[in-house]
């Protein structure tokens, strides 16, 4: 066996579970009239490793699976997919069972040292998941440099998705690109949410940073906070871009590991926050 199929056959058995994302109801306008609109839903997913209950995520349950290995990945608990046999969802109980090859050893000491986060109540970041970051250093920026054009070709990419944000609004959505290249989009009604389930999605793939061509850019709709910050970091991505704006330890930690944090990008607008040597402007002349 080819040690690609190798590597293939060690990676979780995921359940592939479904519920609806929208959910249609009524509402009272300005003018005192009834009328439809659908909602995002949003529904429980306790997670058990082993049997042992870890933690409740509340999601909208696009792709469940993904959201608890990524989740997994981003807290430090698993070093790769080959430790979990399976991932199994049940949303009749809004539960997510986690099978290991061979248990967790130290489960029960790694998730007692954590910090909570403005992951909108859900964040949370175990153990020392600076350390782990420093330890493997992002790129060097000769090697992966975001242009401006790049920028504004991205946010046309994600304008051009059928989200379920058009439809509904009130979700996050995070999306991992490779240069112009769209590699996944994720919404869910937490960002934290969104790129764990894009970290679950490049373990299933089998990517790391060294198969992606350069740039690898992260989009998100939510706040550039500390945590966002980590957990591109953890994947090996080194450009990040949000719509929204950015929290002061969100900027100090990019700055830090030398991360490209560009926030405010609306448009033909943005700015760049940290990793200015990441960067090629392109500046439009009037």
């Known amino acids: 066996m080819s040690s690609t199929r190798a590597r293939a056959a060690l990676l979780p058995?995921?359940?592939?579970?479904?519920?609806?994302?929208?959910?249609?109801?009524?509402v009272l306008d300005e003018h005192g009239q009834l009328r439809s609109l659908n909602i995002p839903a949003e529904r429980p997913l306790t997670v058990y490793i082993d049997k042992r209950e870890l933690v409740t995520l509340m999601t909208l349950g696009e792709q469940p699976e993904l959201l608890v290995l990524g989740y997994l990945r981003n807290q430090g608990l698993v070093d790769g997919p080959d430790a979990i046999e399976s991932i199994t969802v049940d949303w009749e109980v809004g539960a997510a069972a986690v099978k290991t090859r061979a248990g967790l050893p130290g489960l029960a000491e790694r998730t007692t040292r954590r910090t909570v986060t403005t992951g909108c109540g859900q964040g949370t970041v175990f153990g020392d998941q600076l350390q782990a970051i420093e330890a493997r250093p992002l790129p060097p920026p000769a090697a992966a440099r975001f242009s401006q054009?790049?920028?504004?070709?991205?946010?046309?990419?994600?304008?051009?998705?059928?989200?379920?944000?058009?439809?509904?609004?009130?979700?996050?959505?995070?999306?991992?690109?490779?240069g112009d290249a769209m590699l996944?989009?994720?919404?869910?009604?937490?960002?934290?949410?969104?790129?764990?389930?894009?970290?679950?999605?490049?373990?299933?793939?089998?990517?790391?940073?060294?198969?992606?061509?350069?740039?690898?850019?992260?989009?998100?709709?939510?706040?550039?906070?500390?945590?966002?910050?980590?957990?591109?970091?953890?994947?090996?991505?080194?450009?990040?871009?949000?719509?929204?704006?950015?929290?002061?330890?969100?900027?100090?930690?990019?700055?830090?590991?030398?991360?490209?944090?560009?926030?405010?990008?609306?448009?033909?607008?943005?700015?760049?926050?940290?990793?200015?040597?990441?960067?090629?402007?392109?500046p439009e002349t009037t």
């Not at 002061?248 to 200015?276: D, E, N």
Request: with cysteine; hydrophobic share 50%; net charge positive.
């Open 149 to 178: 054009r790049a920028l504004y070709a991205m946010l046309a990419e994600v304008r051009s998705v059928d989200s379920i944000y058009k439809q509904a609004g009130s979700v996050h959505g995070c999306a991992l690109f490779a």
């Open 13 to 26: 058995r995921l359940s592939k579970a479904r519920a609806p994302l929208i959910h249609a109801i009524e």
């Open 184 to 282: 996944c989009h994720v919404e869910d009604v937490g960002r934290h949410n969104a790129i764990d389930t894009i970290a679950g999605w490049l373990w299933m793939q089998q990517l790391e940073r060294a198969q992606l061509d350069a740039p690898v850019a992260f989009y998100t709709t939510g706040r550039l906070t500390s945590e966002m910050v980590m957990k591109a970091a953890l994947m090996g991505v080194p450009i990040v871009v949000s719509r929204n704006g950015v929290t002061q330890m969100g900027q100090a930690l990019a700055a830090r590991l030398g991360l490209c944090l560009i926030g405010r990008a609306k448009g033909r607008h943005f700015l760049v926050y940290s990793g200015f040597d990441r960067f090629i402007p392109e």
